[in-house]
Structures are given as C-alpha cells and as structure tokens.
C-alpha cells in the first residue's frame, strides 16, 4: 500500500514539472554580463571575479546576482556529479548482488551433490553392515557407531 502511495506521488509530480525543461537547463536569471559564458563563470577563481566585476562597474545588486548565478551553476555541478557518482556505486552493487546470488546458487547445488553423495554411501555402508551382519562377519567398533 505505501509502494502505491509513493508511485502516485511520484506521478503527480513529474505531471507538474514543465516537460521542455530539463535539470540543468532550468532558467536562471539573465546574466548581468553577457560576455561572460557559465563555463567561465564556473571555472573564474572568486578572486579573479571579484576584479572583474569591480573593474567592469557594475552595481551591488548586479555583483549580488552573478555570485549567485555562479553559486547555482557550481551547485548544479556538484548535484550532477553526485548523481552520476551514485548512478555507479548503484550498477557496481547490482552487480555484486548478482554475483553473490550466482555464486548462492552454485554453493545450493553443490551442497545438494554432497547430500546425494552422502546418502548414496550411507546406503552403502548399510548394506554392507547388514551382509555382515548376516554372514556374521565381525565389524570393527568404530564402524558401529555410523
């Protein structure tokens, strides 16, 4: 029942995100400085874009919006690469998960082999104890107790 709640939830939410727009393409605010590209403005040092932007005059509120600009484009990075990060570690257990069930599965059958051998020669061993039995064949103690 909560599985179903949380598929439902989870439906109703991909319907409201806008389809045209994808993660890291959602708008940002337009950049204060055009001739400065979001590569760049990721890769600047912080005190190399504070020079800049001192030295092109811009206004407080202006400086305030490409720090943040930079400060989300930086934040997207790291969310992407934790996404891809996590997208590995989930594909290199899976694939652990599926050896150690493959390898479940060969110990399975290799304990069902040694049960069948076992059984196989306890059957054996009492038709050789009963012939003795019968012929009156005297058995060493230490077979006796099998």
Not at 117 to 142: C, G, M, N, Q, T
Request: proline share 6%.
């Amino acid at each position: 029942m909560p599985q179903d709640i949380k598929r439902e939830r989870k439906s109703t939410q991909s319907m409201m995100r806008p389809k045209s727009i994808h993660w890291n393409e959602a708008p940002l605010s337009p950049c204060p400085i055009p001739d400065i590209s979001d590569d760049e403005l990721v890769s600047i040092t912080v005190r190399d874009l504070n020079r800049t932007l001192k030295m092109r005059g811009l206004t407080r509120e202006e400086i305030v919006r490409m720090k943040q600009r930079r400060r989300t484009l930086k934040n997207r990075g790291y969310a992407a690469s934790c996404r891809i990060k996590r997208i590995e570690q989930k594909d290199e257990l899976e694939t652990e998960k599926s050896q150690e069930w493959r390898d479940m599965e060969l110990m399975h059958e290799e304990t069902g082999r040694l049960q069948e051998e076992v059984d196989s020669l306890r059957h054996k061993y009492e038709a050789l104890r009963k012939f003795a039995i019968s012929k009156k064949i005297p058995l060493p103690p230490e077979l006796d107790v099998l």
